[in-house]
Structures are given as structure tokens and as C-alpha cells.
């Protein structure tokens, strides 16, 4: 059996903080940002990087897929309506028909797949921070995050005072599920106001989380459960097919909204 190579401690947490800083630095300023990685965040990335654009997703947990993992009541099984099979399809994920025009894929699968294709496609992504606030630029344009480490959080009040940084950014798109957390920040501005999604009824809110998804406010995007909260409309519970449907389409607005800003920079 061949031996590992002799390399030591010191090497390692070398590679580690210079891999992060490096990237880190590159990342600071990137053509979009996506909040939050769960499937509509990490469809959005895939779709935009294979454009050429330059993604960042940033996610607050220590992993990515948000409930796409483990699926409905922690069975880890996921359920997509026709037509959103064929995305499973395009990303070569396994799945079974259950009824006509539903089918159920398994979670780990189908969730590792889609994480897989995103980074393929050149999307980077910080875990473990937390979005704590939006850049704003002339006419309110949303022009960037204000984030910090999740551990953060989790310190007694009177030990808090770690001032976030700041990352900017041509595009946002917030795809924080529920909580529709960037969205929020503008409300507490009075630049927006929030409806708050409604009661589960699986054959209304697929269609109209990605008819909503789409620019909310100059410079944000809402796409998945987020457009949900915004707009009023009723929850779906674990089935993940608008959400992926809905990645795409905050794609298209992305890619739309970048085509502009390039044509008025070019102006």
C-alpha cells in the first residue's frame, strides 16, 4: 500500500485559510448573490453560472439543500408534480412515478445531485453566514449583503458587538424559503410591505410561487417559498418542483437584469 505523502499540521491550515481568503477576496464583489442554498437558491446559481456569471451563495447553516435533504415529516423522500421531472432528468437523478403526474425521488440523492451540479457549474458558496442586512445605492436599489457568522448569533447580547461586513453585488435574489429574510429588510424600511404566505394547498401555490417569482424591488430578486411570504400565496409542503422551476426562472430575471445593467454601464 503507498504511503501518504509527509505533510504536516501546518501545511494544512495553510491550505484551508489560504484557499478561503483567497476565493473570500475574489467574492466580495460578484455579478450575483444568492441568500440562502436551499433547491430554488442552488437551481438559480446553477443556471446563472453556466451563463459565465460570477454566483455566490450564502448560506447560514453548515449545509446546503435546505428541506430538499430530508424531504417530508424527516422521511427524506421528495415528491416533484409533473412537469418538473424533468429537471430530476436533466440532472440524471433517479426517480419513480407515484401517482399520474406525481413522482418521488430519494432526497439525499436528488439534494447531493443538485449541490453537485451548482458547484460544477462554478458556483461558491460561504456556509455558516448569516444575512444581516442589504447594501443600498441611489433610488434604493438593492446593491449588495451585509453578512456575518452564524455563530454570532448564539452570543449573550452584552458580547455581540461584532460589526458584519459587506459584499456587493449587481443582482440579489433571495431565496430564504419562509422567512424571505432580505425581502424583510426592505419592509422594516418601509420600502415594501409583506403579505405573509398562506395555508398549504398544493395545486394553487406551485403554479404561483413561480408565476410571482421574478424582481420584487429594483436590484432583488424573490424566487421559491420567499415569493410565498411576499406575495400572500399558499404554502406547498414537500413537494419541490416549483421550487426548482422557480431557480430557473429568478435565473432568466437575473440574467435579464444583468443584460441591462451591462447596456447602461456600455451608455
Known sequence: ??????????????????????????????DVIIVGGGPSGLMAGRELAKTGAKILIIERNN??????????????????????????E????PYQKA????????????????IAAACDAGVKVLNMTMFDDIVLRQGNRVAGAVVNW??????????TCVDPIALETKVVIDATGHDA?????????????????????VEESEDLVVEHTGEVHPGLIVAGMAAATV?????????????????????????????????????
Open 150 to 159: 452564524t455563530p454570532v448569533s448564539a452570543l449573550p447580547r452584552e458580547i
Open 231 to 267: 406575495y400572500g400565496l399558499p404554502r406547498m409542503g414537500p413537494t419541490f418542483g416549483a421550487m426548482l422551476l422557480s431557480g430557473k426562472r429568478a435565473a432568466e430575471a437575473a440574467s435579464r437584469m444583468l443584460g441591462q445593467r451591462e447596456l447602461v454601464k456600455a451608455g
Open 1 to 30: 500500500m503507498a504511503k501518504f505523502y509527509p505533510v504536516g499540521e501546518k501545511e494544512v491550515t495553510r491550505a484551508i485559510v489560504g484557499g478561503f481568503l483567497r476565493q473570500f477576496e475574489e467574492y466580495v464583489e460578484s
Open 181 to 201: 429574510c432580505v425581502v424583510r429588510k426592505l419592509e422594516q424600511r418601509g420600502l415594501i410591505k409583506i403579505v405573509g404566505f398562506g395555508a398549504m394547498w
Open 63 to 88: 449545509y446546503l439543500g435546505g428541506g430538499f435533504w430530508i424531504g417530508g415529516y424527516l422521511m427524506n423522500k421528495v415528491t416533484l408534480r409533473d412537469p418538473a421531472q424533468a429537471v430530476l
Open 99 to 114: 401517482v399520474e403526474g406525481l413522482f418521488v425521488a430519494d432526497g439525499p440523492h436528488a439534494c447531493s445531485k443538485l
Open 90 to 93: 436533466e440532472l440524471s437523478i
